[in-house]
């Protein structure tokens, strides 16, 4: 049983040495524990600092390119490497690496396809965060319940361990994050989850991806729709078609009664042409929501079909038969 740490880092110099040598070698369950940096083009001594404490590879972007698109490096390195257990942490030190053993015993144990921590789970262990951020928290939990039907406590957190079944599902496509698409597109996937409470340690400097709460939001809750939208396209498009037909309907019902009793359309004329563009614009996405829901079968075989690939690319590379 093979297990690779994966840690994104971007201009880390000052904690991915300490974060890098906390990481425990030796695991109940594990034979083998290797550490995987990706460095997201850090321009100062992340690299350097990275390799001299311990990294067991270091796999580099030309550029910056977000964080998603590092989790997605390091989620295929660690399988080319041969893990059998992915474990993904950031670089700045406020994960403990020592519950590492912890997060990964529901998926030794078969509990569990992939693991997620939670800092909220124990109410103990709630860490001191800006009302504006614990409020952002909640409310991206709660979208991602609602969509997945879920009872997570916290969805945002990227201290997480996958087997080596989850990783091969898991396709993500946003670069900038990836916390939610992933969650979202592995429980669509029937794949088990389940939170472990941990404690964050005090982040040294500012995130280096929630520059602005509003930015982050808005493009996390981007990310989360687009997901939601390529595996639920019949509700997606089928729910924004009803927004315009219940509308649509109601005042057209309104308008029909008013020409019934007074024999004319006035004062309410102009209320014609809205009736129309509304059940013209339901009557559009109806038609899309069907052709979505053929194009989403499509989809699923093209992620069979994908998932095999990798299970065939990646198979030889592991510890264990597959």
């Known amino acids: 049983m093979k297990l690779v740490i994966t840690i994104p880092a971007y201009n880390e110099e000052k904690t991915i040495a300490r974060v890098v040598a906390e990481v425990p070698r030796a695991i109940e369950g594990v034979d083998?524990?290797?550490?995987?940096?990706?460095?997201?083009?850090?321009?100062d001594g992340t690299v350097q600092q990275?390799?001299?404490?311990?990294?067991?590879?270091?796999v580099s972007h030309s550029g910056n390119m977000g964080v998603g698109a590092a989790f997605a490096t390091g989620r295929d390195s660690a399988l080319g490497m041969g893990a059998d257990l992915i474990?993904?942490?950031?670089?700045?030190?406020?994960?403990?690496?020592?519950?590492?053993?912890?997060?990964?015993?529901?998926?030794?144990?078969?509990?569990a396809d992939f693991v997620t921590g939670s800092r909220f789970l124990d109410k103990r262990l709630t860490p001191k965060m800006s009302r504006i951020k614990r409020i952002g928290n909640s409310f991206f939990t709660r979208i991602v319940n609602s969509l997945t039907g879920q009872k997570l406590a916290d969805t945002q957190c990227g201290f997480r361990a996958y087997s080596w079944e989850a990783a091969l599902r898991s396709n993500t496509f946003a670069d900038f994050t990836y916390t939610q698409e992933v969650l979202i597109d592995l429980l669509y996937k029937k794949m088990k989850v389940r939170e472990v409470p941990i404690q964050v340690r005090e982040?040294?400097?500012?995130?280096?991806?929630?520059?602005h709460w509003y930015s982050y939001g808005l493009k996390a809750l981007v990310i989360a729709i687009r997901t939601f939208r390529?595996?639920?396209?019949?509700k997606f498009f089928g729910s924004v078609s009803l927004l315009a037909l219940i509308p649509g309907v109601i005042i057209g019902l309104f308008m029909l009664a008013h020409w019934v009793s007074t024999g004319g359309t006035s004062p309410f004329t102009s209320l014609l042409y809205l009736v129309v563009a509304l059940l013209v614009m339901g009557t559009i996405f109806i038609v899309l929501a069907l052709i979505a829901d053929m194009l989403d079968r499509l989809r699923e075989i093209e992620d069979e079909l994908l998932y095999e690939s990798k299970r065939q690319r990646y198979k030889d590379g592991g510890r264990l038969p597959r």
């Open 50 to 58: 990275a390799k001299e404490a311990g990294a067991d590879r270091v």
């Open 87 to 111: 474990v993904t942490m950031d670089a700045d030190g406020q994960f403990d690496p020592k519950d590492i053993p912890r997060l990964i015993e529901p998926v030794l144990e078969g509990q």
């Open 203 to 211: 982040r040294e400097g500012e995130s280096r991806v929630v520059t």
């Open 32 to 43: 083998q524990v290797e550490v995987l940096v990706i460095d997201d083009g850090s321009t």
């Open 230 to 234: 390529d595996h639920e396209p019949l």
